[in-house]
Every structure is written in C-alpha cells, then in structure tokens.
C-alpha cells in the first residue's frame, strides 16, 4: 500500500511534467510506469513466499457480518471525501490561493505524499494501540482537516491538506485488516469489498459533487465532504476490536501480532 501510494504522490507531478512539455500528445509516455511495474511484478512474482499455515482464528471461521457492514460503511465515508478531494482539490485550492494550475498541482500532491506518510503511520500507531481506536482519532483529524480546506483562504490552506492526507490514510491500511479479521473465513471477500468500495464508492458520487458545484459554487459542494469523516467517526464508535467481538484477547493463543513467528503466542 506504501509502494501504490507513492506512486499516487508522484502522479500529478508527472502528469503535469509531461502536460507542460507536450500537451495531451504526449500522455503516451505514462504508460511507461506502467510497463515497468508490469515487468517488476512478473520477475517478482515467481519468487513470492507460498502462504502460511492457517490460524487458528481462520480454522474456527467466526465471521462477524453485522462489523463487517458498518466496517463498509465507513469505507465508504472515506472514499467520498477521498476521491471528491482528488477530483476537485486542484481547482479549488487554485481558486482559493489565486496561484493558478501549480498551486493545485501542489496541493494535489501534497494529499498523496502526506497520504504515503500516513500509511505508514497508521501501521505503527496500529501496534501500540487498537485499530479501531487509531481510524477513530484519524477521522476526528480528518474532520478539521477537510473543514480548513473548505473555508481557510490563501496559502494557509496547504497545512490543512496535509493534516487531511494523513489523517484519511492512517485507517487505509487497518480498514483491509478489520475486514479481514471480521470475516476470517473469507479473507478474499473482505479484502475485494474494503479495496474495491475505497475507489467506487467515491467515483459514483463525485459527479454529483460536480453538478452541485455547477449550481452554487466549488466552495459550497466542497461542505458536505466535512459530513463525511465525522459520520465515519460515528460508526466506529460502534465497533470493537475483532478480538473482542468474538471473545478473544489480545493475549490469547489463538491470536499472534503482526511479524511475530508462529508459535510465539
């Protein structure tokens, strides 16, 4: 996830690289990137670990469907702001700073790096404390975050869009892990809702950002994304680790924490 949201950083740089030197006709060089990750995964591919042994957790296949469903849901809140931040964020931030197409390119990439940071950090706060309370305090940052986008002016809005960076990618990664944990029996299936809802989700709603801001303003359909972190934040107010909701412990047998060996308890 580290490696794909780098490379999200890096994108509206390069697309503005190749924009700037030959317009629309030279958008054929993106595809090299492309090429490239193709030919690494295949010499990587054959040299992949062959999967572990079952837990024991996987072996008794307690699914909790009832999480599982507001784990979506919250999926789903992030990937309204998200992906209506990655469509619109250019051209408001332009219009707001006056700085033209480069100030929004900035503040684009700006969202992916503080993106990659967060990913990062969503992993090591995840071993300190529980997972559901990390995603939790990042949607309440998340919340100020896309506020100050929404109303801050001027220059003063490129911290706020770091703080909303971070804040909307610390529960990426954890979210896929919930799901898997919530349906432990159907790894495969958790993972294709919370990856597959992080991208679709927000793609059928974006237009519907853009017709409301061609009838009131940009500023103005940016306000009803604030809504969505904070309803995030509400739904996992209701959620339990999934240790807990199916009566294990952290300290219990069947339970091993993230790289330690099997066996290690």
Same mark, same amino acid.
């Given at each position: 996830?580290?490696?794909?949201?780098?490379?999200?950083?890096?994108?509206?740089?390069?697309?503005?690289?190749?924009?700037?030197?030959?317009?629309?006709?030279?958008?054929?060089?993106?595809?090299?990137?492309?090429?490239?990750?193709?030919?690494?995964?295949?010499?990587?591919?054959?040299?992949?670990?062959?999967?572990?042994?079952?837990?024991?957790?996987?072996?008794?296949?307690?699914?909790?469907?009832?999480?599982?469903?507001?784990?979506?849901?919250?999926?789903?809140?992030?990937?309204?702001?998200?992906?209506?931040?990655?469509?619109?964020?250019?051209?408001?931030?332009?219009?707001?700073?006056?700085?033209?197409?480069?100030?929004?390119? =900035? &503040? @684009?990439?700006? +969202?992916?790096?503080?993106? $990659?940071?967060?990913?990062?950090?969503?992993? *090591? !706060?995840? #071993?300190?404390?529980?997972?559901?309370?990390?995603?939790?305090?990042?949607?309440?940052?998340?919340?100020?975050?896309?506020?100050?986008?929404?109303?801050?002016?001027?220059?003063?809005?490129?911290?706020?869009?770091?703080?909303?960076?971070?804040?909307?990618?610390?529960?990426?990664?954890?979210?896929?892990?919930?799901?898997?944990?919530?349906?432990?029996?159907?790894?495969?299936?958790?993972?294709?809702?919370?990856?597959?809802?992080?991208?679709?989700?927000?793609?059928?709603?974006?237009?519907?950002?853009?017709?409301?801001?061609?009838?009131?303003?940009?500023? =103005? &359909? @940016?306000?009803? +994304?604030?809504?969505?972190? $904070?309803?995030?934040?509400?739904?996992?107010? *209701? !959620?339990? #680790?999934?240790?807990?909701?199916?009566?294990?412990?952290?300290?219990?047998?069947?339970?091993?924490?993230?790289?330690?060996?099997?066996?290690?308890?």
């Amino acid at each position: 996830m580290l490696g794909g949201n780098v490379g999200f950083a890096a994108a509206p740089l390069l697309v503005g690289l190749v924009a700037a030197l030959g317009g629309l006709r030279y958008t054929p060089i993106l595809l090299v990137p492309a090429v490239v990750g193709s030919v690494l995964y295949l010499l990587a591919a054959p040299t992949a670990p062959e999967p572990g042994p079952t837990t024991s957790r996987q072996v008794a296949g307690i699914d909790d469907w009832p999480a599982m469903v507001r784990l979506a849901a919250v999926v789903v809140c992030r990937s309204i702001v998200f992906v209506g931040l990655g469509t619109f964020l250019a051209l408001h931030v332009a219009q707001r700073t006056g700085g033209g197409t480069a100030a929004g390119i =900035a &503040a @684009l990439a700006l +969202l992916y790096v503080g993106g $990659a940071v967060g990913t990062v950090a969503g992993g *090591r !706060l995840a #071993e300190r404390w529980r997972r559901v309370d990390v995603a939790r305090w990042a949607y309440a940052a998340a919340v100020v975050g896309v506020s100050g986008i929404v109303v801050v002016p001027g220059l003063a809005i490129y911290p706020f869009v770091i703080i909303t960076a971070i804040a909307l990618y610390v529960p990426f990664s954890l979210q896929t892990t919930l799901a898997q944990d919530y349906l432990p029996s159907r790894i495969g299936t958790a993972s294709g809702i919370t990856l597959g809802l992080t991208v679709s989700a927000g793609g059928l709603t974006s237009p519907l950002v853009g017709a409301l801001a061609d009838h009131t303003s940009l500023q =103005a &359909a @940016l306000v009803p +994304l604030v809504a969505m972190p $904070a309803l995030a934040w509400l739904l996992l107010r *209701r !959620l339990s #680790e999934p240790t807990d909701a199916v009566g294990l412990t952290p300290g219990s047998q069947t339970m091993q924490s993230p790289g330690s060996p099997p066996g290690s308890g």
